[in-house]
């Protein structure tokens, strides 16, 4: 194995100085979108309040992401209140649950309050598939699988394992177009987003590479005995992926086959075939990349040689320095 642990450890040192591409914000087309069409459909008065609320949300976002929890809280309630001093049409009203139910959800999911977090994230996934489905809202059509993908984070939290590897096979199902109605009954109230195909190409790769990424932490997160586990039922719901089946999700299907062959105790393959992976760098699928270093990390913990040793420290020294990695991805 010491012939595996060098070329690796060759590709790793090239692979991690390779640049990030620059990301394409996404956002500020569809919110271009967003407000064209709310300017089309909606009356003033309530666009106005729509506006209240949104800014409301956004504030207590801010406020939670730098701490300041009672600032969030606030904000939120300030939120709600304008909510429930306003009287909205139908369509404004889904638009309403849609910002701010959402909002609300992450909240309670930074919190760790996992049940209010689904319940106010199947609100949001609900009202925004009638603005798609009801209003012709299409450019929300990729936004039930951001919706859905942070259902995954909220049930991996909360310990439900398999909910949260269901629901992320289940989007990586339907945005491949292969819908999987057996799987309704295991993950509930995800029906709204059955049959839902994307029209932007772009936004449809951001939205795979998210969901593959909340299974790479997910799994990051566990021993090795349940993470294996968690592979084979993924395994199961979307099968044995081929990269060459789509090259649009090459580096999401290269990453879930290596870990296949890892999960079937075929380490020397594993390293082999990870060894081209951790080259091309880390792209736009960084988490992937840093979770592949990572199972490298647990495997250089059982070699004991003096490149096993190198590679171990280096990886460590590197990680401290990512200030952008969930903590779970961190060596």
Known sequence: MYKQINNIFQSYLLGRFKPLPKSENIDIALNKRKEVTLMAH??????????????????GLAALFKGKLIDAQQAYTAANKIIKSSQ????????????????????????GNYE?????????????????NQYGYDFLRGRPIHLANNLVKV??????????????????????????????????????????????????????????????????SCDDNKSNKLVDLATDLIGECSPSSNKQFDR???????????????????LEKSSKFLEEGRGYAKHLWHATVLDLLKICNNID?????????QIR???SNYKYLPSVLKA
Request: negative net charge; hydrophobic residues 40%.
């Open 88 to 111: 909205f049409n139908d369509e404004s009203f889904l638009v309403v649950k849609d910002l701010f139910n959402a909002s609300q959800g992450y909240f309670d999911y930074r919190q």
């Open 42 to 59: 909606l009356p003033l008065e309530d666009l106005i309040c729509i506006k209240k609320i949104s800014n409301a949300s956004q504030a």
């Open 305 to 313: 040689s003096e490149i096993s040793q190198r590679l171990q420290q």
């Open 252 to 270: 999401e299907y290269t990453w879930f086959k290596n870990k296949q062959t890892l999960q079937k105790g075929k380490t020397v393959e594993f």
């Open 317 to 319: 020294e590197d990680f």
């Open 116 to 132: 209010n977090a689904r319940v106010n994230l199947h609100i949001a996934l609900e009202a925004c598939m009638a603005l798609v």
């Open 155 to 220: 049930e991996a939290c909360s310990g439900n394992y398999e909910k949260a590897i269901k629901i992320a096979c289940y989007l990586i199902n339907n945005m491949k177009g292969n819908y999987n109605s057996s799987l309704d009954r295991d993950i509930n109230l995800l029906e709204p987003v059955q049959h839902l195909l994307l029209k932007d190409e772009r936004f449809e790769s951001f939205l795979f590479t998210q969901v593959f990424e909340e299974i790479a932490k997910l799994l990051a």
